[in-house]
């Protein structure tokens, strides 16, 4: 399971450039489930005294509301676990960190406050990946289009002609063009292969999926 997405941060890019890098990664299951950030530290550490706090880049974001309230250093680390393990090593009183309630009881900190997220609706949509694709109502594509006008509303032509809803599409730059990240509401066997790869340079199948939702 990897995070691709959170609906406060915004995409996990890191994870799809991984994903585009490996060929025979597919997408089994799109889980999406809410995320309940706490501020937690040592067993006799104090919110207002905190003088730094870790956590990954994105669970700093999702929180920046509060960390900007609190005024403490915001450090970020590879991921929550490492943060958690660093404040732990520390044994600082003075030194916090952002992860979900479970984690940080589990290896032996103190929430010292709960929900510290900015938005209370705070999701993140997680991937299930295998080496071998799985059957679903949903899609998900890479795509690499020629770079000429109309490229990408050409490309989009044959969803359309044949009703298929685009869920999702993100974009990331790459040596002064763009590939895309297309999430669609039908089979593998649905899709127009023929047409969009007529219309594109390069198209990569993330196979089909099945949504699950814990919101």
């Not at 030194?95 to 984690?103: E, F, N, R």
């Not at 080496?131 to 020629?146: P, R, Y």
């Not at 044949?162 to 895309?180: C, D, Q």
């Amino acid at each position: 399971m990897v995070a691709v997405e959170n609906s406060i941060d915004g995409m996990v890019g890191e994870s799809i450039r991984r994903i585009r890098k490996r060929e025979n990664v597919f997408v089994t299951m799109e889980v999406h489930y809410p995320i309940n950030l706490c501020l937690g530290g040592m067993e006799n550490s104090k919110e207002e005294k905190l003088e730094e706090v870790y956590s990954h880049p994105k669970a700093l974001g999702q929180c920046s509301e509060y960390l900007e309230k609190l005024g403490a250093n915001k450090i970020p680390t590879k991921s929550t676990t490492e943060a958690i393990g660093i404040v732990k090593e520390l044994g600082n009183p003075k030194a916090g960190v952002i992860a979900p309630k479970v984690a940080i009881e589990k290896n032996g900190l103190k929430v010292l406050k709960e929900g510290v997220q900015n938005e209370k609706n705070n999701y993140t949509i997680f991937w299930e990946l295998s080496n071998k694709k799985e059957k679903g109502h949903c899609t998900a594509l890479i795509v690499d289009l020629i770079d000429k006008p109309g490229a990408l509303y050409e490309f989009l032509k044959p969803f359309a002609r044949k009703r298929i809803n685009l869920y999702a599409i993100h974009s990331w730059p790459e040596n002064g063009k763009y590939w895309f990240l297309v999430k669609v509401r039908c089979s593998n066997e649905e899709i127009p292969w023929k047409e969009l790869k007529r219309r594109a340079e390069k198209i990569r199948d993330l196979g089909s999926y099945f949504i699950k939702s814990f919101l």
